[in-house]
C-alpha cells in the first residue's frame, strides 16, 4: 500500500535560517508529488508540484522540492525563510488518477 | 476565477442531529473530492464524485455518511446521527473536466465540524 511518511511534526527555524521538511514516500508505481501549505484557519494552497520532467521543482514565493526516485524522496527546502512562511505543510503523492495521499503534516514555525 | 467555495466554515451539533457540508467547485470543474482531517493528522480520501455520479466512496464511513453531487448546485456531504468522532475538518476539493492523473486538485477552506 502506498504512504507518505513526514517524520517532523513540528520544526522551530528562526528567520532567515535555512529549513527543510522531510516527506518520504512508499509506493509500488509511479507516482506525482506535492506539496501543499495549510495557514491557520485555512485551507490546503498548493505549493508545488513534480509530475514529469526536471526533478527539482520551485514555487513561486522561494520554496523548493526534489524528487529523488532513488531515495523516494520529496523533501521541502527554503534558503532562507520568513515569518509568513509560518504554516503547516503537507507532502502528498498521487499513485493513480485521482485519490491522493497526504502525509501527517509539518508544523513549521519561523521565530523572530 | 473564484476558488473551491464550501459552506458553513464552522458548524456546530449536538449528537444525534444531521450535519450538512457543501461545496461549489471551481467554475469548470466537474470532478469533486471529498477528505477528512482529524486531529493531528493528515487528510484522508473519502469520496470522489463527478455530476450526479459517485465514482469512489471507498473512504466514506459505511453508516451515516452520503455525498451526492447533483446536475445543478454544489455538493452535499451529509452526516447522519453525529457523533463526537465525526469532530474534524472536511475538505472539498475539485479538478477540471479531464480528470485525468496528471492533474492538481484544488481545495477549499474547509468546514470544521464540532460536535458536543
Known amino acids: 500500500a502506498q504512504s507518505v511518511t513526514q517524520l517532523d511534526s513540528q520544526v522551530p527555524v528562526f528567520e532567515e535560517a535555512p529549513v527543510e521538511l522531510r516527506c518520504n514516500y512508499s509506493?509500488?508505481?509511479?507516482?506525482?508529488l506535492f506539496w501543499y501549505v495549510q495557514y491557520p484557519n485555512q485551507g490546503l494552497q498548493l505549493l508545488l508540484k513534480?509530475?514529469?520532467?526536471?526533478?527539482l521543482v520551485e514555487s513561486i514565493n522561494g520554496f523548493e522540492a526534489e524528487f529523488n526516485k532513488s531515495q523516494t524522496s520529496f523533501h521541502l527546502r527554503k534558503p532562507s525563510v520568513h515569518i509568513s512562511d509560518t504554516a503547516e505543510y503537507f507532502c502528498?503523492?498521487?499513485?493513480?488518477?485521482?485519490?491522493?495521499?497526504f502525509g501527517t503534516g509539518t508544523r513549521l514555525k519561523v521565530l523572530a | 476565477n473564484a476558488g473551491v467555495m464550501q459552506n458553513p466554515r464552522h458548524l456546530v451539533r449536538r449528537r444525534g442531529q444531521e450535519a450538512r457540508l457543501r461545496c461549489s467547485p471551481m467554475?469548470?470543474?466537474?470532478?469533486v473530492y471529498w477528505y477528512r482531517q482529524l486531529p493531528e493528522e493528515g487528510l484522508k480520501f473519502m469520496v470522489y464524485?463527478?455530476?450526479?455520479?459517485?465514482?469512489?466512496e471507498s473512504g466514506m464511513p459505511k453508516e451515516r455518511f452520503s455525498a451526492e453531487f447533483p446536475k445543478e448546485g454544489p455538493s452535499i456531504l451529509r452526516i447522519q446521527q453525529v457523533v463526537r468522532g465525526d469532530s474534524a475538518a472536511y475538505f472539498c476539493?475539485?479538478?477540471?473536466?479531464?480528470?485525468?492523473?496528471?492533474?492538481?486538485?484544488?481545495f477549499g477552506p474547509g468546514t470544521r465540524l464540532t460536535v458536543l
Open positions: 467554475k469548470g470543474h466537474s470532478h
Open positions: 509506493s509500488s508505481v509511479s507516482v506525482y
Open positions: 476539493a475539485s479538478s477540471p473536466s479531464t480528470g485525468g492523473s496528471s492533474d492538481t486538485q484544488y
Open positions: 464524485l463527478q455530476k450526479e455520479n459517485i465514482i469512489d
Open positions: 513534480y509530475l514529469s520532467g526536471s526533478t
Open positions: 502528498a503523492v498521487k499513485p493513480g488518477t485521482y485519490k491522493y495521499i
